[in-house]
């Protein structure tokens, strides 16, 4: 058990389009459910790109999760790493927590890359004709990872053990880069999941969280 904070990167302010989607949500969410005190470190205009920061995550990018000596990057790592800690986000049994860490692979590696496609399209690059034009097969890889999901989810409220897991936080976060449309809402047991998994108290906290740091430096 931890009885200090721990340190995660967060940063300082992002534009609205990503306010509530940048990933230290992922670690603020599972520290939540895992019961966890952390305290957050927000990067400052070009920290990311410092020596001293780069030298905690090689990429310039957030999070970063550190813990009494040990320094963590990569959000799947990182929850990983405290879902081990923590039977709120893990089963103990061996063969359940295989399995729920292949969801968390499955949703960073199988459904996160299409989904971003289609974001990084209608985010940044809407107006450009190739965007208009590659949009379409990007969107179709999108609903054929839909599509198998809703059928699972149609069946079992979540993905494994039968229970809130680690994995659902990753799955619930690559999911919600698609706010901006209905794709989520055209598959009922996918909108149905995300909902009950958005609803717990720990989630709202967390994303109450990472929106008064930006509040907090936009007033
Ligand atoms: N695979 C990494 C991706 C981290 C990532 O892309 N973080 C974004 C914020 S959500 C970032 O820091 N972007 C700035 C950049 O890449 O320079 C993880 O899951 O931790």
Redesign the pocket.
């Known amino acids: 058990m931890l009885f200090f904070e721990v340190p995660i990167s967060a940063?300082r302010w992002v534009p609205p389009f990503a306010q509530g989607?940048?990933?230290d949500l992922r670690v603020r969410w599972a520290l939540e459910e895992a019961g966890l005190p952390y305290k957050v470190r927000l990067l400052r205009d070009g920290e990311?790109n410092s020596p001293e920061y780069r030298a905690l995550q090689p990429?310039?990018?957030?999070?970063v999760y550190e813990e009494d000596g040990l320094v963590l990057?990569?959000?799947?790592a990182i929850l990983q790493h405290i879902a081990e800690k923590s039977e709120a986000l893990m089963p103990r049994d061996a063969a359940s927590r295989a399995r729920v860490i292949a969801w968390m692979y499955s949703a960073?590696n199988t459904v996160e890359p299409p989904v971003l496609n289609v974001t990084t399209i209608d985010l940044f690059n809407a107006d450009q004709d190739w965007a208009k034009m590659r949009r379409p097969a990007e969107l179709a890889k999108v609903e054929t990872r839909f599509t198998a999901l809703n059928e699972r989810l149609a069946l079992q409220d979540y993905l494994e053990a039968g229970r809130f897991t680690a994995a659902e936080i990753l799955m619930v976060t690559v999911l919600r880069n698609l706010r901006h449309c209905d794709l989520v809402a055209q598959y009922p047991a996918i909108d149905a999941y995300m909902k009950r998994c958005e609803a717990r108290p720990a989630f709202q906290r967390a994303l109450a969280a990472q929106m008064a740091d930006f509040a907090n430096e936009a007033a």
């Open positions: 940063f989607l940048v990933r990311k990429f310039g990018q957030v999070p990057f990569e959000s799947g960073l």
